[in-house]
């Protein structure tokens, strides 16, 4: 089954009501596909939010998403994804290389 995934800066923007900031091919893929996100971006939200970029806690930005777009947290086995994560050669930050193999694998 395919799905779509979305990274940090998509799922702020969906919580903060920036839908305008989609693309058409991203508004297109949430409306076919199961939305996932990976462990990390929820990791991310924390981060941002002790950081002030993010004005809500991680849990009420996750239970946002989920009744408004029913986003779920990927459930992929972590050693598995580390397993992908290392042969992501493009960047060396250890979020993005975590949240590109979470969709890959």
Same mark, same amino acid.
């Given at each position: 089954m395919s799905? @779509?995934?979305l990274d940090t800066h998509l799922a702020i923007w969906l919580h903060a009501g920036r839908v305008s900031?989609?693309?058409? @091919?991203a508004k297109s893929a949430m409306e076919e596909y199961p939305l996932l996100i990976s462990p990390m971006v929820y990791l991310a939200f924390d981060l941002m939010f002790a950081s002030g970029r993010c004005l809500a806690l991680a849990y009420k930005v996750l239970s946002d998403l989920t009744s408004?777009?029913?986003?779920?947290?990927?459930t992929h086995?972590? @050693?598995?994804?580390a397993a992908a994560a290392i042969d992501i050669g493009w960047t060396k930050d250890p979020f993005?290389?975590?949240i590109v193999a979470q969709s890959v694998i």
């Amino acid at each position: 089954m395919s799905v @779509a995934y979305l990274d940090t800066h998509l799922a702020i923007w969906l919580h903060a009501g920036r839908v305008s900031k989609l693309t058409r @091919a991203a508004k297109s893929a949430m409306e076919e596909y199961p939305l996932l996100i990976s462990p990390m971006v929820y990791l991310a939200f924390d981060l941002m939010f002790a950081s002030g970029r993010c004005l809500a806690l991680a849990y009420k930005v996750l239970s946002d998403l989920t009744s408004s777009f029913c986003i779920e947290i990927c459930t992929h086995p972590f @050693a598995a994804v580390a397993a992908a994560a290392i042969d992501i050669g493009w960047t060396k930050d250890p979020f993005d290389r975590i949240i590109v193999a979470q969709s890959v694998i």
